[in-house]
């Protein structure tokens, strides 16, 4: 399957630091693995959800693990809306600087964040090997087609190689429904 990378669907969650763990879940509380995920290290809570309150609604969102340096909440235009935030930017992982900030409500408490709200652009994650097969490089922009019932062609496609990268590529859920993405799903990289 030259070029093609599986399609899979990010859904809204949240990154936490240790402290909003502990303010949000009780001291001492840990995140606990309840499904691990496609990306090496990376999982899936079992903890409770966390509750997001925005100026027009709520939302009940998963946590996902390790702890992270900076909180971060990934969510899709559609849930931007029904919390009625506007201004969510499209952002790459980690580059939460001047983005909106939301009040999560834990089991054990609430927090209020000044930044951190964003929907994350759309990636492939390229271990290194895979990078070199594709030949891409880290940071490049790509397109990618995806041959469904609905067909699309994803552009503005940032490609992140890391050692670290189990070869995928994540799309929101507003994504996953326009192009009708469900099950498994392969998309051809374009360059």
């Known amino acids: 399957m030259e070029n093609k990378v599986l399609v899979e669907t990010s ?11 502990e303010t949000l879940y009780g001291k001492g509380a840990e995140l606990i693995v309840k499904k691990m995920l496609s990306q090496p290290g990376q999982f899936a809570c079992g903890n409770e959800k966390i509750t997001l309150v925005g100026p027009k609604g709520t939302l009940s969102v998963s946590v996902l693990g390790p702890e992270r340096k900076a909180n971060q909440v990934e969510l899709s235009y559609t849930d931007a809306r029904t919390l009625g935030l506007s ?6 992982s980690g580059d939460v600087a001047g983005t909106p900030g939301i009040k999560m409500v ?4 609430e ?19 895979d990078a ?9 922009i790509v397109s990618v087609k995806v041959g469904t019932d609905r067909p ?7 490609c992140r190689v890391s050692d670290n990268f189990a070869l ?24």
Do not use: W
Request: proline letters at 2%; a negative charge.
């Open 11 to 21: 859904a809204r969650h949240i990154h936490l630091t240790k402290e909003a763990v």
């Open 87 to 92: 201004g969510v930017p499209v952002r790459e």
């Open 106 to 109: 834990g089991p054990a408490g």
């Open 111 to 129: 927090l209020e964040i000044s930044e951190g709200v964003m929907i994350a652009k759309r990636h492939i994650h390229f271990h290194t090997k």
């Open 132 to 140: 070199e097969a594709f030949g891409v490089k880290d940071k490049q």
């Open 152 to 158: 699309v062609i994803f552009e503005d496609v940032v």
């Open 168 to 191: 995928a590529m994540h799309i929101d859920t507003d994504e996953c429904n326009a192009a009708g993405a469900f099950g498994t799903v392969y998309g051809e990289v374009i360059k």
